[in-house]
């Protein structure tokens, strides 16, 4: 079982889009996979229609060993893709994590005979969560819209995981909501700064239809896998597949 995460401290730059679209696109090329949806907002929960909370469940039971995660878990949400959407109870997974003695990677271990690849949609926050998923994933990838500040903030993240040692070397950013018209956003991309390391090759553009997917709560490749942002996802998907 591979462990793969989207997180940015910073908010809003197409991580639960890109969370979405890779785990479907992940199932459809034979991987059975596993959504979590890690954000006490939810978003990954509206890209998935009819994926609500499991009713009745509380997160410190899960935690406590009370409750076996299968019981969170929606089944085939499309076929190979199982989902565990948002819960209200997240809200507090810091400092459940902390009273209830068990750690993330605990939490996801029954999954490992079944389950291929699990996919984590993060908030952006850096807390002892956050930690746990840096540290329990093979790789985690980092949206970055080209702008100078995101520069600045992929800075902060890597001095962070640095200086926890929770393995530099697993971090792979990509330009997310590019726009190439701005002079800006092609001068980042077409030469990259150093500071990046190897973005992966994909750029994501900004594309009207990307937001579509959470009105009609459907990933790209269902709602217009003929538009260059779907055909976008579906290259990152091939540099991650490659990656694993
Ligand atoms: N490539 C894109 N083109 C246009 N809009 C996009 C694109 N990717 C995401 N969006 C829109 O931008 C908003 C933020 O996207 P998304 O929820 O994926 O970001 P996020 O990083 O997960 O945000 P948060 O930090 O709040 O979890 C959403 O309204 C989404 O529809
Ligand atoms: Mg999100």
């Given at each position: 079982?591979?462990?793969?995460a ?19 696109l ?5 991987l ?5 949806d890690?954000d006490?907002q939810?978003?990954a929960s509206?890209?998935l229609?009819?994926a ?8 410190s039971k899960l ?13 085939n ?18 400092i459940?994590?902390?009273e ?9 271990a ?11 949609d993060c908030?952006p926050s850096?807390?002892?969560l956050?930690?746990q998923?840096?540290e329990l994933?093979d790789r985690v990838?980092v949206?970055?819209?080209?702008t ?8 902060q ?7 926890k ?9 990509f330009?997310?909501l590019v ?21 992966l090759?994909?750029?994501?553009p900004?594309?009207?239809?990307v937001?579509?997917?959470?009105e ?12 260059p942002a779907?055909?976008a ?6 540099e ?5």
């Amino acid at each position: 079982m591979r462990i793969i995460a989207f997180y940015s401290p910073k908010g809003g730059v197409g991580k639960t889009a890109a969370a979405v679209n890779i785990a479907y696109l992940a199932s459809q090329h034979g991987l059975t996979t596993l959504l979590w949806d890690l954000d006490p907002q939810g978003a990954a929960s509206f890209y998935l229609s009819g994926a609500e909370p499991v009713k009745g469940r509380k997160l410190s039971k899960l935690l406590a060993g009370k409750a076996p995660v299968a019981e969170f878990v929606r089944d085939n949400v499309y076929p190979g893709l199982d989902f565990i959407p948002s819960h209200p109870s997240f809200r507090n997974f810091d400092i459940k994590l902390e009273e209830g003695g068990q750690s993330l990677k605990s939490v996801l271990a029954p999954f490992s005979e079944e389950t291929s690849l699990v996919v984590l949609d993060c908030p952006p926050s850096l807390s002892r969560l956050t930690e746990q998923v840096l540290e329990l994933s093979d790789r985690v990838y980092v949206p970055l819209v080209p702008t100078w500040l995101s520069l600045n903030s992929w800075e902060q993240l890597q001095a962070f995981v640095r200086s926890k040692k929770l393995g530099r070397k697993k971090l792979r950013p990509f330009f997310s909501l590019v726009d190439r018209r701005k002079k800006l956003h092609k001068d980042l991309i077409e030469s990259p700064d150093r500071r990046l390391g190897e973005p992966l090759s994909v750029s994501i553009p900004y594309a009207s239809v990307v937001e579509r997917m959470g009105e009609e709560g459907l990933p790209l490749e269902v709602l217009a896998p003929a538009t260059p942002a779907a055909a976008a996802f579906r290259q990152l998907w091939a540099e991650i597949e490659k990656d694993l």
